[in-house]
């Protein structure tokens, strides 16, 4: 696997795969790689010629600073793990290699970067906006890669490509679970023994939720059942559950909306998760 921790360097390896009329698939990250990465450069190995996968912890999009201080970077496992895949090339790069001192980036996503995660989080999406720009316009893949699980996230980007005319193709990748249904994430390690357990209980609301759905239960009835089964897990504080409209996030209807989806958020005292299913 290269490394390239400039962008000078990275260009010139994408330049050579360019003139080898090489497709490039592409895989941003935080770090933290678990098999739910490992599965989107297998994916993105399976579907390219070279397979770019970026590791950078990105300041901006963080609004709580101890959670960008506690984020996980186990370094050394990662590029192991990379390895182990078959990644091609890791993009590593420093905060100054991807930001000016002072900068400001300005774009409005509109309602879908303020609501749920957006409203908790405020910024957030601004900054998730403003760095795949900066990793889309540099490295010019044709498809890029990311998990369901960061499903706002996902809308998001496809916004953003969107909006800049951007060429490359936006691949959403079904949640990787762990055995007891929770959704892998960067973030599961910071749960203790017996959060962790508590944890998989999300996935089994989500489950529950589905079925009643799909018996026809009134919506009201599966929004608070999920609710008071969420609220039940102990020391959690529910933050949002919502049945919304994958297409606009908006809560769902069906006199308006196509396939919907239900979205949780919530926090356990060391960490926040997030989770989602789709309900069709
Ligand atoms: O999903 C993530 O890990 C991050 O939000 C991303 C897309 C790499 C941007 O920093």
């Given at each position: 696997m290269k490394i390239c921790k400039t962008k000078k360097e990275l260009s010139a390896v994408l330049a050579l795969a360019k003139t080898n009329k090489q497709s490039i698939g592409f895989v941003p990250t935080m770090g933290a790689i678990h098999t739910g990465h490992t599965s989107l450069i297998t994916k993105s190995k399976s579907e390219n010629d070279l397979v770019v996968c970026s590791i950078f912890v990105n300041p901006?999009?963080?609004?709580d600073p101890s959670d960008l201080i506690k984020y996980p970077r186990p370094i050394a496992n990662d590029m192991q793990l990379l390895e182990s895949v078959n990644c091609d090339v890791l993009f590593l790069p420093e905060i100054s290699e991807m930001y000016s001192p002072g900068e400001i980036w300005e774009h409005s996503f509109g309602e879908i970067e303020l609501c749920w995660e957006g409203a908790i989080r405020p910024g957030h999406f601004k900054g998730v906006g403003q760095i795949v720009y900066k990793l889309l316009s540099l490295i010019q893949p044709d498809k890029a890669y990311f998990g369901q699980k960061d499903f706002q996230q996902t809308i998001v980007v496809k916004q953003l490509v969107k909006d800049f005319q951007l060429l490359t193709e936006i691949v959403v990748c079904p949640i990787l679970r762990a055995s007891d249904g929770l959704a892998l994430s960067?973030?599961?390690?910071?749960?203790?023994e017996l959060e962790r357990v508590d944890a998989a209980k999300i996935y089994n609301v989500l489950s529950d939720c589905k079925s009643q759905f799909l018996q026809q239960e009134a919506i009201s009835t599966i929004q608070l059942t999920a609710e008071n089964a969420l609220k039940s897990i102990p020391n959690v504080q529910l933050e949002y559950f919502a049945i919304v409209?994958?297409?606009?996030?908006?809560?769902?209807?069906s006199t308006k909306h196509m396939a919907p989806i239900a979205i949780v958020a919530l926090r356990f005292p060391s960490v926040r998760l997030i989770d989602n299913m789709v309900l069709e």
């Open positions: 901006t999009q963080f609004n960067s973030r599961n390690i910071r749960l203790n409209a994958q297409e606009d996030l908006k809560i769902w209807d």
